[in-house]
């Protein structure tokens, strides 16, 4: 039966405030809780109401017209739901709201002047000392246990009776170190001195040891302080976090450090995080001064706007870009630089920031662009040199053939191409100096012959005489093979060889022939000038012979045989024929 003269409240809300309203109220002699409203019939304040035989309701309006009551005690922040009761109530009844504390200093003063006990105020505080998330412990100005919440008992593993009137500095709680901090701090707080938060490390009953926070203010007493009042809150994990995020970015400036390239970690924003040194030397500023700043705050205005335009993308496909770009380098000026961007992604799979890597490839490019010009001026030569030529594997696998080559053997430049080799040209008989002459090219390719006489086999079989070249290639160890047709050659020297054959020959007999005639101009030589002969029987004298002597003077034919190779026959002219015989014949003699 509800007691005469009590206030009669309404209780709009059932979660934590609620439950806590709850409990104040059952402990006040002068309201007593009538209904419970919340729309989750399991909430907390609203599963003790039914165990206290309280009604608990859904709706308020129902709860409104349900019964009487003098306020409703509104523990929900809804300003809609205020509204909605400030339509529904009747007019004698008071509605009463706010924010938790405020809500909670109205009402303690409305107990102080309603109950006007000290027992109100020391149950609300006993209420949100043992309820409340934070470790709480009331020590003299010794340091001495004298109160721990319920949660710093938990937390310790030590029970209140084990803790009460024991020394905080010598218990063994905390560590030594943390023993002579707090000693130090007491004695401020103690003398009325306002200290900051302090970190401390805590030991339980098991050996652990915890990291907290604390913070402690004085008990006053009628103006005297007669205590200390230390809140702790377990940051054990916080400190693991800052400690891993400390090793974190040590190791990410080890990892960017190390990485010779520009490196770089931006946020989701596109503000540098970490920058390497390569990247601070490359604007001209320390990693540390480049920390928040953006694209914008570094470089020209037209590359930070690609830059950034390249970041959202990256995050808005969520796939790696790797990018050719101009670059800006405070020492070298104007350069080109391929960037690899990289989207960053937390443990949830969500973008968090990019990463980047961006190389100098200028020189590259250079050497890129000789490496095009090269390419087309080896492929001009190498097509249009006017010999048979192969590029060929160390093994002599055919990798390319030029024009030339195609003409040579018959085959189309695919067909040489697909697995064909060098030796599959080469006549049966000449494989061996095929091989020899790449063996003497691998082991001792400045005394190898420069090229070997070898047949070479077209497509249709034919034989053709060829001179081969082979050259490596430094590096790959590629070869370079010439072949150079010297059929027409070959015939040409064969028919030179024979005619210079018949040439000899005719020098010969010319030779043969000149020595007579300067064996025959020699004998005739002997018989110019004067040659003594007798006018009338027509003897010739010996030459440095006596004319007087008879033997000086001898026939003219034997003068002219013994002098020369003429021989003679004889007969007679028609002169003598008519002087010896013309008598006996019947011939007139000349007048």
Avoid at 165 to 187: C, N, P, Q, W, Y
Avoid at 431 to 444: A, F, G, P, Y
Avoid at 542 to 558: C, I, N, R
Wanted: proline share 3%.
């Amino acid at each position: 039966m509800q007691e005469v003269g009590k206030i009669k409240v309404l209780l709009v809300g059932g979660g934590g405030l609620g439950t806590e309203l709850i409990s104040l109220l059952s402990q006040s002699g002068t309201l007593e809780l009538v209904g419970v409203v919340d729309r989750d019939m399991n909430a907390p304040g609203a599963v003790i109401a039914k165990k206290r035989g309280i009604p608990v309701y859904s709706d308020h309006r129902n709860a409104i017209s349900a019964g009487r009551f003098d306020k409703i005690i509104c523990a929900l922040p809804s300003e809609e739901l205020r509204e909605e009761i400030l339509r529904s109530k009747p007019e004698n009844v008071e509605l009463v709201d706010g924010s938790k504390m405020s809500f909670l200093r109205n009402f303690l003063v409305e107990m102080s002047v309603v109950q006007e006990k000290l027992v109100a105020s020391e149950e609300l505080y006993r209420g949100l000392f043992n309820h409340a998330a934070d470790l709480i412990i009331v020590v003299d100005n010794y340091g001495r246990f004298l109160d721990a919440n319920d949660e710093f008992i938990r937390e310790c593993g030590y029970t209140r009776e084990e803790m009460l009137g024991k020394s905080v500095l010598t218990s063994g709680i905390v560590t030594a170190e943390s023993s002579a901090k707090i000693a130090f701090h007491l004695a401020k707080v103690s003398s009325g001195m306002d200290i900051p938060t302090f970190e401390v490390e805590g030991v339980r009953k098991s050996g652990e040891i915890i990291d907290y926070e604390l913070r402690a203010v004085p008990i006053r007493k009628e103006g005297r302080i007669t205590g200390i009042q230390a809140i702790l809150r377990n940051i054990t994990e916080r400190k693991k976090t800052e400690e891993t995020l400390v090793r974190i970015k040590l190791q990410q400036e080890a990892i960017l450090n190390n990485i010779p390239d520009m490196a770089w970690l931006k946020d989701k924003e596109g503000r540098f995080v970490a920058v390497n040194e390569s990247f601070g030397k490359a604007c001209g500023r320390t990693p540390e001064d480049l920390s928040g700043k953006t694209d914008m705050d570094v470089w020209p205005l037209e590359l930070a706007e690609k830059y950034a335009a390249d970041d959202k993308d990256v995050v808005r496909t969520r796939k790696r870009k790797r990018v050719e770009e101009p670059f800006e380098d405070l020492h070298a000026g104007r350069r080109t630089i391929e960037t690899i961007k990289t989207p960053v992604l937390n443990e949830k799979g969500e973008i968090v920031g990019t990463t980047g890597i961006a190389r100098d490839v200028t020189e590259r490019k250079v050497l890129e662009e000789q490496l095009v010009r090269s390419e087309v001026l080896y492929r001009t030569i190498f097509e249009n040199t006017g010999t048979a030529m192969v590029l060929a594997r160390e093994d002599m696998t055919i990798i390319r053939v030029n024009n030339e080559f195609e003409k040579l053997s018959g085959y189309k430049a695919e067909e040489c191409e697909n697995g064909m080799k060098v030796a599959d040209f080469i006549h049966e008989q000449d494989l061996d100096k095929i091989n020899e002459m790449t063996w003497l090219k691998k082991v001792s390719p400045e005394t190898s012959p420069k090229g070997f006489e070898l047949r070479f086999v077209d497509k249709k079989g034919s034989a053709r005489e060829t001179v081969i070249t082979i050259a490596s290639i430094p590096g790959p160890g590629d070869l370079v093979v010439s072949i150079q047709d010297i059929s027409e050659l070959k015939r040409n020297e064969y028919q030179l060889t024979k005619q210079k054959e018949l040439l000899d020959n005719a020098n010969k007999v010319l030779e043969h022939k000149l020595h007579e005639l300067e064996e025959a101009i020699g004998h005739i030589k002997k018989l110019e000038g004067l040659v003594p002969i007798c006018a009338n029987c027509k003897k010739m004298r010996l030459g440095g012979k006596d004319p007087k002597d008879p033997a000086s003077w001898v026939a003219l034919e034997k003068f002219l045989t013994e002098r020369t190779e003429a021989s003679f026959t004889h007969g007679l002219c028609p002169d003598c024929i008519k002087r010896l015989y013309g008598a006996h014949l019947g011939l007139k003699k000349d007048k």
